[in-house]
């Protein structure tokens, strides 16, 4: 891999790589390199999910965190993405882990920053390390993708999670299937929409999404219980899902809006599995991004990944 | 201990222990461990000497600092402080340090946060770690605390500081007595008030407050040096004092509001060893959480702390 | 040197040992001390450059970094610069870098703190490290200042960029000659100004200031075309520079105003290598003025590099 931009055109061999690498990273011991590496993290978007699961990601693999804030910098002067990445490489930056409101932003950026470049959301368009760690949670649990059935539920016009998890569940061979109200059902990913009754019952992972305000043109008249009632994970639809399925949410959660409070952290629920999931999958890909440019994250750390492989 | 919400509930024994802890814990060489330990610093509020100087007993500890900042996070989405909590603990901070403009909102975080939680000053609340700070001044100062004369002074209504400071000092059997304009008086406190005549003039600690201006309702017409006159700490009244008294303020100052701007660096002023104490502390508060939980914060803590005790 | 606060005081002795101690400390392999020195970056003005590099270059040579972020600090309670300065030293900053609107602001401090200041940049007054990577660029590509020619062109009047490369290049003997509109001409420093044509044609080093719209009163009604056609350094232009002539500008770059889009990074453009050059004399600086007080950033620092020199 030379960037981390899109779950589109990975591979199925390339993600289960991946998957397998973040499965056992946590359990590697790195003792950090002599001379540090940097890594620069430019969010132009509030975060705290992704933002400190990267920076933990980055500490936990010896790297020094350059925290670059929007509020307090030169993009204050007009300063565009551009040369404000290509400053951070220049002042050192190993490896940019970029989010910002506007879709395909980093595809501008491979031809003059040669530094490797991760996407950590890019507007409506994709958030595959996300993705990554939904799937890595998946794994983990059914230890296949295979005829999996998969429903992801909700606001999926304004998602680029949803978007994300659509392309890689595609690659992995899973069934999908999507539920949404109307308004939000976005006709270009090639799935078919159920209602939610159908969604719960039939699928081994129930995806929901978080409904994106932030993204959307005018407030919603609807109130919360009705969404919740016609479109949400109620209790009683909890109890109709399958024995072994479980329920993923990417977070921050709308409490008794997309599920009812009392389910967020139920017994099927991997909500907060999947944050500490984010966590291996992006130390997974920070190291192997570095790897495949024969840089070596810490002194022991292929050497002790070989060995746990 | 198990959290550090309140100087309430904290034996003598217990704060004696910590503040030796504290007074050798500086001399101690920390070498840190292999595997970074992480905190994290949720300041819901304005701060540079609380938040900076955990920072500071956070490093020196040879912890890992993820630093939540508010403006840039997920709380702009609508996330709860307890599901920011919850997720800072996923993604893997062995502690939380918290800030918040609400009162006792720790006390909602204790059943669904299984890692220690500090109070870093709630709303009207508690400070306890400024208390703690306070308290090792005295201590350094005089080595005991059982019939010393302190007064607490000035803002004492908006003050989380005098809250934590009054419980701990009875708990020490101090002597304590309050002075303060009227409106700023809080009857809920078990001690007399003086003026502030007296007050300097019986006092082994004269210990001031700043004026919360961002916690009253309305704007003071009151000027600064009616009010210095009236009832800060003047020229005239620090000639007034005991020859061994000392002035604690919890800073930042108001220079020449609550206590005249020549005298913030004064011969027996401890303003700012109070500053340097206050990383003391936390170190303390910190690695003595961990431990009561069986974590080190060092490969070699608790041997050579073992030692120097 | 006990602060680095101006250009105008150094000895071109003081700057040219600076100089060679940047040009070698990138190839210093730096083993951390124990016991980690702190140092504190208080910028009030936005930054992403020098205070990326600042961080860079503290943590290269193993030091801890409190990063002050004036949004979410006391300064929001009114304290002052000096209280901040103060209180940062208070818990343990063995070293001060401040960036402030107001000019010669760090001159207030030098009574009370006790630590070593670095001027960051100084509202229009100086910008001494930036100065110092200018010089390390040009020092490496001539090997020589003196009968260098040198033009500094743009908005020199709202520049403390300009402030410090005048006075230290004039030092250093190098020619300086200025270029600028009427309106943006300054008057106080003692070099002639000549006519942008003139300039490119005759200097060895041609360079470009940032135009200040932030520090300019109201907004500039001429456009960017103009102001490139008349005043920026076009395509043309360029073509009639001396062969080995080279292109310096602070960033970040207006492209296409004060140079044309396509310069930015041509053959002759050092504008990265700056970037990449501000680690390194930042790093000189910060270690020369902690051992000219007898502290050394790291354990093996001195004797590396008394061998290297």
Redesign the interface.
Known sequence: MEHFLSMKNLSEHEIIKLLKRADQVERT?I?SR???L?V?NL?FE????T???F??AE??LGM?V???????????????LY??A???E???ASILVIRHPMENVLEQLKN?ITVPLINAGDGKGEHPTQSMLDLLTIYQEFHRFNGLKVAIIGDIKHSRVARSNAYALQTLGAEVCLSAQESWQDESLPFSYVSMDEAVEMCDVVMLLRIQ??RHDSIQSRNSDDYLTSYGLTIERESRMKNHAIILHP?????GVEIDDSLV?CERSRI??Q??N??AVRMAIISQLLEDRGTHVADNFNKRSAISR
């Open positions: 011991k003792v002599e001379t540090p940097f620069a969010f509030p975060s705290t999910r933002k400190m699961s920076t933990v500490r936990r020094e350059l925290d670059f804030s929007q509020e307090s910098s030169s993009v204050q002067k007009g300063e565009s040369d404000t290509k400053t951070l220049a002042i050192g003059g305000h932030e977070a921050p959660v709308n409490r952290e907060f599995k944050m500490r984010g966590v």
